[in-house]
């Protein structure tokens, strides 16, 4: 069966960085745009970046260009999540997510197919 398993997720203080990584497994990783989404405390769901099968095109949430970046190594059947400068608003746990349709970087939940069950990122201030 289809897996997506998140690590890389912890506890760092304002201004530090973490790295996020997403494994997938039982899916031709080639075929599928990814996705990374975030859900704090109360709050929904929402989209942080979306990378295409081949890693040429990638989208953002507005309010992280700059901070976060995303890739991929088809290689690995691995997407990362790079994020820089945290501050305590990125507090959330932080999910990956395979989109079927390989060319998008689609920043809807509802477009994907295949979820991880998701990383804890803290952020102390």
């Known amino acids: 069966q289809v897996q997506l398993v998140e690590s890389g997720g912890g506890l760092v203080q304002a201004g530090g960085s973490l790295r996020l990584s997403c494994a997938a497994s039982?899916?031709?990783?080639?075929?599928?745009?990814m996705g990374w989404f975030r859900q704090a405390p109360g709050k929904e769901r929402e989209f942080v970046a979306a990378?295409?099968?081949?890693?040429?095109?990638?989208r953002y949430a507005d309010s992280l260009k700059g901070r976060f970046t995303i890739s991929r190594d088809n290689a690995k059947n691995t997407v990362y999540l790079q994020m820089n400068n945290l501050n305590p608003e990125d507090t959330a746990v932080y999910y990956c997510?395979?989109?079927?349709?390989?060319?998008?970087?689609?920043?809807?939940?509802?477009?994907?197919?295949?979820w991880g069950q998701g990383t804890q990122v803290t952020v102390s201030s």
């Open positions: 990378v295409n099968w081949s890693g040429s095109s990638t």
């Open positions: 039982g899916l031709t990783f080639e075929a599928y745009a």
């Open positions: 997510a395979a989109d079927g349709l390989s060319y998008h970087t689609s920043p809807i939940s509802t477009n994907y197919a295949y």
